[in-house]
């Protein structure tokens, strides 16, 4: 019996099934999806079975993972809300949508775990921000919540007032990132370097700097001033940047983010 369906094997589905293939097994997973030629595509490249429908499907797992986009996100819920019970625990990654609206459609009672996971999720680089609904989950299953997000990534537990933040600081902006990475090999390719070569810089350099962050516990401030010598050619870059006002751009783009999540509240 597997343990974790997904509904949805759209790119975040997948990406979150394709992590979890590495701690859970083939065996404990399965997953359902409108599109049967996609289905098939996961099939071949995990070796994980699919559902043919929603319920057949419902019926056999614990963790359902909801992976549809958000304009689908009713027509799921209607379809599956009399499958729902207290014995299962729902993982939603719908931007902007509470734990008290799936509740409203399977019952207070039910197990809700609301997340925003990313894209690089891929690569296994994933970052999602979770919380969880009031109910007493049991120890196992929280533990089971943590190796799930921790099988594509990393994540943070916040409080569910923050979920519309977290959009902000990490589901939205691996965009933000990859247009730095695509500037900044442009500008390396203006001064000669071949295109392929200036994407790899570029995107080791974002790689890097990441884990430096990540792993020495620095602010990003004591870093950056690391690598700005008196006179030198980063605090001229950086000059540049500021004048062109790269912060403020970056906070305005959050800010937008923020308040699109916001408009998706349900």
Do not use: W
């Amino acid at each position: 019996m597997a343990k974790i369906g997904f509904i949805g094997a759209g790119n975040m589905g997948f990406a979150m099934l394709k992590g979890a293939l590495q701690v859970f097994g083939k065996e404990e997973l399965t997953y359902t999806d409108l599109n049967k030629e996609r289905m098939e595509e996961v099939k071949k490249e995990t070796g994980v079975q699919y559902s043919l429908d929603f319920h057949e499907m419902v019926g056999k797992i614990k963790y359902l993972v909801l992976a549809v986009k958000p304009q689908h996100l009713e027509g799921v819920l209607e379809n599956i809300k009399d499958e729902i019970g207290n014995e299962h625990v729902i993982i939603a990654i719908a931007p902007g949508i509470a734990i008290s609206y799936y509740q409203s459609y399977f019952g207070e009672n039910t197990k809700v775990v609301r997340a925003m996971p990313n894209t690089p999720a891929l690569v296994n680089e994933g970052m999602s921000g979770i919380c969880f609904s009031k109910n007493i989950f049991t120890e196992e299953e929280k533990n089971t919540v943590y190796q799930f997000f921790n099988s594509f990534g990393k994540f943070e537990e916040v409080g569910e007032n923050l979920m519309d933040a977290v959009v902000c600081a990490s589901g939205s902006s691996p965009a933000y990132v990859y247009m730095f990475i695509e500037a900044l090999a442009d500008s390396a390719v203006k001064y000669g370097i071949p295109r392929d070569k200036a994407y790899t810089f570029a995107a080791q350099t974002v790689l890097g700097s990441a884990k430096m962050v990540l792993e020495t516990g620095e602010h990003p401030g004591k870093l950056k001033d690391q690598v700005c010598s008196p006179g030198g050619t980063t605090i001229a870059a950086v000059s540049a940047l500021e004048e062109c006002g790269f912060r403020s751009a970056v906070i305005k783009a959050a800010d937008a983010c923020y308040e699109k999540s916001v408009s998706f509240n349900k």
